[in-house]
C-alpha cells in the first residue's frame, strides 16, 4: 500500500478546475480484496447488534454509515493511513494531507435512498474550507442503478452555500441557484476505482435499485495547517479538551498520511 499512484501534472489540472476526478486501479487485486474483506467485516460487525425493526431516520435510511473505523479495526487503520492515498490526496490539495476521519458508506439494496446534493465541509469544524478533500472508493463496482456519485463541476467555487439538510433536503437550485445551467457529471466505477472530489464540491449519489449492497469507502482528508474552530461535530466533540480553537488539528486521531 505504499507505491505511488502515477498522477499526471494534467491530472492535477483537472481536479482543480472541476473540483474532482476519476482515478482507475487505485488498488487492486489481493489488496482490494483485502480491503474490502476488513471495511465490509467492521461494518458487519458494527452493525451486528442494531434492531432490524426499528424506524430509521430519513438521514439513515440513505446508507450504512460508520466513521473512523481505523481507529477500532486494526485491519482497516493500515488502508486509512496508507501514503499510497495520503500522497495522491496531498498532490491534489497542494498541501501534506492530514486525516480528518474515515467511514463506510453502504447503501443497502432497494432501500438505500439518494444522497441528496451537497457540499461536505460547511459541516466540518475547519478554517479555511477550501482544499479539504475525499477519496471515494468503489469495494465493488458502482453503477448507475446502484448509487454511484455524480458531481457538478466547478462548484468547489462556492463558497457562502448554507449547508443542507440531508434528513430533509431542499432542492438543489433552491440551496444553490448558481448551478443551473452546469451539467452534472455522474462516474461508474469499477471496484477497485475511486473518485477525489473537493469537500466544496456538489455531489451526489442515487438510490440503490439493485439486488446488492452498494459498498464504498471514504477516507477524507485535510491541508496540514487546517484550524479547528470550535463548532460542533460528532468527530471532535468527544475529544474536543485534546484541541485548541484557533489551532491545528496537531493530534494522534488526526496523523498526517503524506510525505
Keep these: 500500500m505504499n507505491s505511488e499512484y502515477p498522477l499526471t501534472p494534467e491530472q492535477i489540472a483537472e481536479y482543480r478546475r472541476d473540483g474532482f476526478i476519476k482515478l482507475e486501479g487505485v488498488i487492486t487485486g489481493d489488496e482490494l480484496a483485502t480491503m474490502r474483506d476488513a471495511i465490509a467485516g467492521a461494518v458487519e460487525r458494527e452493525s451486528a447488534n442494531d434492531d432490524p425493526n426499528r424506524v430509521k431516520t430519513s438521514y439513515e435510511q440513505i446508507f450504512i454509515q460508520k ?91 462556492l463558497l457562502d452555500i448554507e449547508p443542507v439538510n440531508l434528513g430533509n433536503p431542499q432542492e438543489l437550485y433552491d440551496v444553490a441557484p448558481q448551478t443551473k445551467g452546469i451539467k452534472p457529471v455522474t462516474i461508474e466505477l469499477k471496484a477497485g476505482d475511486c473518485t477525489f472530489h473537493n469537500g466544496m464540491t456538489f455531489h451526489y449519489a442515487g438510490p440503490n435499485r439493485s439486488d446488492g449492497m452498494r459498498e464504498a469507502f471514504a477516507i477524507i482528508y485535510m491541508p496540514e495547517d487546517t484550524i479547528y474552530n470550535g463548532a460542533l461535530h460528532v468527530v471532535t466533540d468527544p475529544v474536543k479538551e485534546t484541541l485548541t480553537v484557533g489551532g491545528k488539528f496537531d493530534t494522534p486521531l488526526f496523523p498526517i498520511v503524506s510525505d
Design 67 to 157: 466513521v473512523n473505523l481505523w481507529t477500532r479495526h486494526d485491519d482497516a487503520k493500515r488502508f486509512v493511513l496508507s501514503k499510497k492515498f495520503g500522497n495522491i490526496a496531498a498532490k491534489l490539495m497542494g498541501s501534506r494531507a492530514r486525516i480528518w476521519h474515515d467511514q463506510a458508506l453502504f447503501k443497502e439494496p432497494h432501500t438505500g435512498a439518494k444522497t441528496p446534493w451537497h457540499q461536505d465541509t460547511p459541516y466540518w469544524p475547519h478554517e479555511p474550507k477550501i482544499e479539504q478533500t475525499t477519496i471515494w472508493i468503489a469495494l465493488r463496482d458502482a453503477t448507475i442503478h446502484n448509487g454511484c456519485m455524480s458531481f457538478i463541476p466547478g462548484t468547489q467555487k
